[in-house]
């Protein structure tokens, strides 16, 4: 009866995944099998997440671009300063469509505050239904040309029912983006300046290089 209790109690132990100790035996008790196949699927669905989720590393910040010296000249003949860049970008279909007569700044894409809080107060006082607040600022065209533009904010609300928010130059962009060969991909520059205080604005196009600079068109 102690043998035959042995073996049921041996088999018993190993129906539940475990291995026995028999005297004499170096081998000590050890997990189940079905357990460590479960541990390594557990680390290697933890790796998995890991690899998803961490946010990729930021991209090396772009090399710095200069204004050409015509643009600079054209400003300081004006007797302009304060030189910034607002915003690089590629136009878009609707940037350069008769049909929209506007070109978009999107705020998310703006690399440095261009406006006074008094000048942005003032552009987010209009409604976005029929009147918008809107400032008239000169503006240096690509072919050194100056005029007069408009400059709005809009919130464009998307099919999602989400919205953007966005400041774009309207009225006259049409005769700008038709004297100036704008074209959809083509890459721009829309820079800030101030005369006496007053808001300018200056559009250049930019062509890339192969070492990451721009050249002026």
């Keep these: 009866m102690d043998v035959v209790d042995g073996e049921m109690k041996i088999e018993k132990e190993y129906d539940q995944g475990f291995r026995v100790e028999h005297e004499g035996d170096d081998h000590q008790g050890r997990l189940p099998e079905s357990s460590k196949i479960k541990k390594k699927k557990q680390k290697m669905a933890t790796r998995c997440d890991q690899r998803y989720t961490t946010p990729p590393p930021p991209p090396p910040p772009p090399p710095p671009l200069d204004l050409p010296i015509k643009f600079k000249k054209r400003i300081r003949a004006f007797g302009g300063s304060d030189i910034a860049l607002v915003i690089q970008k590629c136009l878009f279909k609707t940037d350069v469509s008769s049909g929209h007569n506007r070109v978009s700044i999107p705020l998310n894409q703006i690399r440095q505050t261009f406006l006074t809080p008094q000048e942005t107060e003032f552009l987010n006082s209009g409604n976005n239904e029929k009147k918008c607040s809107e400032m008239e600022v000169m503006l240096i065209e690509p072919s050194l040309r100056r005029d007069t533009i408009s400059l709005r904010k809009w919130e464009m ?3 999602s029912g989400s919205a953007t928010l966005m400041y774009v130059l309207v009225g006259k962009w ?11 991909d083509e890459t721009v520059q829309l820079l800030s300046f101030r005369i006496n205080s007053k808001l300018c604005l200056a559009l250049v196009k930019r062509r890339a290089k192969s070492n990451g600079y721009f050249i002026e068109f």
């Design 157 to 159: 609300k998307k099919a």
């Design 174 to 184: 049409n005769s700008v983006a038709w004297r100036n060969a704008l074209r959809e």
